[in-house]
């Protein structure tokens, strides 16, 4: 299984590493491979190297250390084609193991030559699209300044364009000096360097970088190949919303490859479904999407939120809050009704969904299959969501939930007054929320994949 660390966070973890753990407790040997470059592992290695970071039962975490590329190898499509160095770890590594199945979750700081290695063993091919890594090296076709993207052009200069700023080698020998030194120590140091070369992935010199002409010409083979081997390679690609397969077959990816599989989720086993809290001291509206990422749509909400003056509602919004973006979100709160919780573990998840009376997942970029509103539904929370990405496969509008344009303010607050002044209709769509399908019951599908593919 290729996924990313459990340690990464986000939504894909949340459902991989049970999705593994439940996969060895049935009796099914289960290595799960993931980059360090993620969570910028690089040492001061000769080479890549693959570590055992845990092993229990059946279930084998390794991660492949110092690779070729950073986790997004920002201005370098060619390193998502070929990675000589990690490749080369790697089939050493299936040698070793020799799978007789490939599941495909996350291909950060790998390179698609993995997956021609797999067809070349003659191992069956799954690949979970969870984001968009296939044809958006961000994942989120989404432009830094923040605007939608309709996915690469076949010439690749809309990703050379978006790309081009950042110089692999040096960030990787950057991350391995902080690794070394510590992080306090380089903290230290960083403070006598220039402002803008201070954080790890700050924006380098266009002179390290190949031309514009070979950037445009790297992004071109990147999709090129990325089609051809979700076409001819992968055995099936599942996707986890219908927009994520509409998105696949926009760019050439036949639709008998595709399949629509809506993953499980561990909320459904781990977050309790009570009764909604009592209504008359208030609205509380929950969010668990975070603070940090603008591509979250945080900022959208607190503007919104702040619409419902004279309304007893609070809003309580859980997640990291460290970026410049946040310390802007947490400035536009000041003087309403907004808490500002913070980091939360999962174990805490089911009390905090019991304080909702309804939850918003207010992103801005196409989420897939947000595991927040799987979470909210768990717990029988009504969710207002964007309308955008795989949202709408979850919340179905006027039934178990609200879908606003993503982005508008003022519709957003309009669907935040409706819930927060119609106690009835909160207490309908809570009805109308479906059982979310267990990690077990994900496992016993996947598994009849498996088999089919292997005869």
């Not at 699209?129 to 076949?154: I, K, S, Y």
């Not at 990147?222 to 509409?246: H, I, K, Q, Y």
């Not at 179905?396 to 957003?412: K, S, T, W, Y």
Request: hydrophobic share 40%; aromatic share 6%; glycine share 8%.
């Amino acid at each position: 299984m290729l996924c990313d660390e459990p340690a990464a966070g986000g939504g894909v973890p949340r459902y991989t590493t049970p999705l593994a753990e439940c996969l060895a407790a049935l009796g099914h040997k289960v290595l799960t491979l993931s980059s360090g470059a993620y969570l910028r592992r690089y040492y001061p290695m000769l080479r890549p190297a693959t570590k055992q970071v845990s092993r229990k039962g059946t279930l084998v975490r390794v991660i492949v250390r110092n690779p070729d590329g950073l986790a997004y190898n920002w201005g370098r499509g060619d390193l998502d084609v070929r990675q000589p160095g990690v490749d080369l770890v790697v089939r050493r590594l299936l040698n070793e193991f020799r799978p007789d199945v490939a599941h495909v979750h996350s291909m950060l700081g790998f390179s698609l030559q993995l997956l021609e290695d797999l067809a070349s063993r003659h191992v069956p091919i799954v690949v979970s699209h969870h984001e968009f890594w296939f044809v958006c090296q961000r994942r989120v076709l989404f432009t830094p300044e923040g605007g939608r993207c309709l996915g690469p052009e076949a010439n690749g200069s809309n990703c050379a364009d978006c790309f081009g700023t950042v110089h692999v080698s040096a960030e990787r020998r950057k991350w391995a000096l902080r690794n070394l030194v510590g992080a306090r120590r380089w903290d230290a140091m960083a403070r006598l360097l220039p402002a803008r070369s201070r954080e790890p992935d700050a924006t380098l010199s266009a002179r390290h970088l190949p031309s514009d002409r070979a950037r445009r010409e790297a992004y071109a083979l990147r999709l090129a190949e990325a089609v051809r081997v979700l076409s001819d390679v992968v055995d099936v690609n599942l996707v986890v919303s219908t927009f994520v397969g509409d998105q696949l077959s926009r760019h050439g990816v036949p639709e008998s490859r595709i399949a629509v599989h809506h993953i499980g989720t561990r909320a459904a086993e781990q977050i309790r479904r009570t009764e909604l809290p009592s209504l008359e001291a208030g609205i509380v509206v929950g969010c668990t999407a975070g603070v940090n990422s603008p591509y979250k749509g945080a900022e959208i909400l607190v503007k919104a939120f702040r619409q419902l003056t004279g309304l007893p509602t609070k809003l309580l919004m859980y997640g990291a809050a460290t970026t410049a973006y946040a310390e802007r979100v947490r400035s536009l709160a000041n003087g309403a009704p907004v808490e500002f919780k913070g980091p939360y573990r999962y174990e805490e998840l089911s009390d905090i969904m019991q304080r909702f009376h309804f939850a918003v997942v207010p992103s801005v970029c196409p989420d897939t299959a947000p595991q927040t509103v799987f979470e909210a539904f768990a717990a029988g929370r009504p969710v207002i969501g964007s309308d955008i990405g795989g949202i709408p496969d979850f919340v179905r509008d006027g039934v178990n939930g609200l879908l606003v344009p993503p982005g508008d303010i003022d519709a957003l607050g309009v669907q935040l007054r409706r819930l927060a002044t119609d106690a009835s209709l909160v207490r309908q769509f809570s009805a109308a929320i479906p059982e979310m399908k267990t990690i077990s019951k994900d496992a016993e599908e996947l598994l009849d994949i498996y088999g089919s593919l292997r005869g």
